[in-house]
């Protein structure tokens, strides 16, 4: 898409690596539909033609796995191996990369716990609303078109987001 060389490895079948990279697949989608955009001469910012179109998740649930059981809830799975490459890229010093990619977003994983814990809390109302007012919390502070890096978003969180039970 950047017309940059590149490697491509392949690994086995159950899917850690390739979760990873399809992971920043969709990033990559609305990128390449930007570019189309500019080409065509379009004003218009392919995120909120993305949301015209009805997708509203723009992170978060792009690349979570859900395996349904013959009795019980589903469980819902993740990896987290972009996370094991977003700590050698904060190890390295630049979790940008140069700037080639954008700060970490943990909001993906909150997603997750999200609706894992709703799904094995049915009907509890009182948890559902505070799951999902932290989300709101994470929608406020990665969800603004620029992420903060990894620390300055952490600390944000610590700060808006107060544990279970406590006012």
Known sequence: ??????????TDLDGDRLTD?????????????????????????????WKEMGFTMTNGKDMTSVMYRMEGAPIYEQTLGSADAMLLRL???????GGTKDPYDP???????????????PGNKELAKWLDDQ?????????????????????????????WGTK
């Open 107 to 121: 909001r993906i994983h909150f997603v997750l716990i999200n609706e894992a814990y709703k799904a094995a809390n």
């Open 135 to 163: 989300l709101a919390i994470f929608d406020g502070i990665y969800g603004t078109g620029k992420r903060p890096r990894y620390i300055d978003g952490y600390l944000k969180l610590k700060e808006a987001i107060k544990p």
């Open 91 to 97: 190890l390295a010093g630049d979790e940008t990369v």
């Open 21 to 49: 990279l399809m992971a920043d697949a969709p990033d990559a989608m609305r990128k390449w539909g930007q570019m189309v955009l500019k080409h065509c001469g379009v004003n218009k910012d392919m995120r909120e033609v």
């Open 1 to 10: 898409m950047e017309q940059r060389g590149c490697i491509v490895y392949a």
